[in-house]
């Protein structure tokens, strides 16, 4: 038995509409009429790309809600990361991000190029693409060390802004 993939989160959020619209608008989320009868205050989202029966669920937990403590002075989960198919995915989504004032900060980690923002209610997500195995090499191995600047620029230059992702890490070669 081995697990297989990560297939959905649940957040509690202060405001589900709120943060369905960020959710939708920011990242191209879809929200899905899966939310069962007589149950208010959820919603069900899928990722653009995605072929999980939702990924996220949001549950309303009201206005009076303090911020997520984990990390700080409780333990808990620190964020979600999503991955993308291509650097220009990355390049519009940190376009996006920042014009929502959601844009947290942008790292290299030699072979994941990493988008981190936050949603309405501070929860941290991080959006990544990860280099294909076939094009890793000695520099981008020796940089999982370290967490770099992201030059998105100088990464498609490298790579191909339109290069899939992931290939042979994350997604099976051939496919």
């Known amino acids: 038995m081995a697990i297989h993939r990560l297939n959905h989160a649940v957040l509690y ?5 709120r943060s369905v619209a960020f959710y939708r608008d920011v990242l191209g989320f879809t929200r899905l009429d899966m939310t069962p009868d007589g149950f208010r205050g959820a919603a069900f989202m899928r990722a653009p790309a995605s072929t999980n029966d939702h990924d996220l669920g949001l549950f309303e937990i009201g206005q ?5 403590q984990a990390g700080r002075a409780t333990v808990g989960l620190y964020h979600l990361a999503w991955e993308v198919e291509t650097l220009t995915d990355l390049e519009q989504l940190a376009v996006a991000l920042r014009d929502a004032g ?3 900060g ?3 980690h030699g072979t994941t190029k990493s988008l981190y923002g936050h949603d309405p209610d501070g929860l941290e997500f991080e959006i990544a693409w990860i280099v294909p195995a076939d094009l890793l090499d000695d520099e981008a191995l020796a940089a ?3 967490i770099g600047r992201l030059d998105l620029e100088r990464e498609k230059a490298r790579y191909g802004a339109a290069t899939r992702g992931g290939v042979g890490i994350s997604i099976p070669a051939g496919s």
């Open 13 to 17: 959020v202060s405001d589900v509409e």
């Open 64 to 68: 009076a809600a303090g911020p997520s």
């Open 102 to 104: 959601a844009l947290g």
């Open 106 to 108: 942008a790292s290299d």
């Open 144 to 146: 999982r060390k370290r």
